[in-house]
């Protein structure tokens, strides 16, 4: 996938994953650390959004390990986490950046060369929807996106979701109309004040 969708797959998984670990889904430094490790993987491309930033190592792990080699592994996924931790970095930092790390290996798989997940064993999985940059792309992140948006906790975190990862600015219309447009506000309807009638009676005389 293009790193654009990469990016909102990273966000669109930790607003879903960070309520059930009890970590703030809201804190833009967890959600940059999220973000950070969904473009991660990439850096085995050197003409990657990472791996222009990051040469000339991604130019070595290029050569060395070829792209969707050992960097899109679960051997990847469990070596980061055993670094960072064993680095002394809190569950905080780590576990966005897993997070993201894992949306991008899950979001490659939707693509038709898939993943060798077992790297270095042989054998790639795949459940192809749809080509890495084709026109079908974002309508299969639209859709993941948009069960991410119907997990979301609170309006609040919804709202979050939707200006993080931008998706009113490329969504297909009907979720853009479905997503973008603002929550109507239910007035309730005041109620009326039965009239008083003044009366014209006297009371009785003594």
Do not use: N
């Amino acid at each position: 996938m293009m790193a654009g969708s990469h990016v909102a797959l990273g966000a669109a998984a930790w607003f879903v994953v960070a309520p059930r670990l009890g970590l703030p889904a809201m804190d833009p430094i967890p959600l940059a650390l999220a973000v950070a490790g969904a473009l991660l993987p990439d850096i085995d491309h050197p003409k990657s959004w990472v791996g222009q930033r990051l040469r000339p190592l991604s130019t070595m792990i290029a050569a060395a390990l070829g792209h969707r080699g050992a960097t899109h592994s679960l051997l990847a996924v469990a070596g980061c986490g055993w670094l960072l931790l064993h680095g002394g970095y809190s569950r905080g930092i780590v576990a966005p950046i897993l997070v993201g790390y894992l949306s991008h290996l899950a979001g490659d798989l939707l693509t038709p060369r898939g993943l060798r997940l077992a790297w270095p064993l042989k054998g790639t999985w795949a459940l192809p929807l749809c080509r890495s940059g084709s026109p079908f792309e974002p309508l299969v992140v639209a859709t993941v996106l948009l069960w991410a948006w119907c997990s979301a906790a609170t309006p609040q975190t919804r709202q979050v979701i939707v200006s993080a990862t931008r998706i009113c600015a490329w969504a297909p219309p009907e979720l853009v109309a479905a997503l973008c447009s603002p929550p109507r506000q239910l007035h309730a309807r005041p109620r009326k004040r039965p009239a008083v009638v003044a009366s014209t009676r006297s009371g009785p005389r003594g």
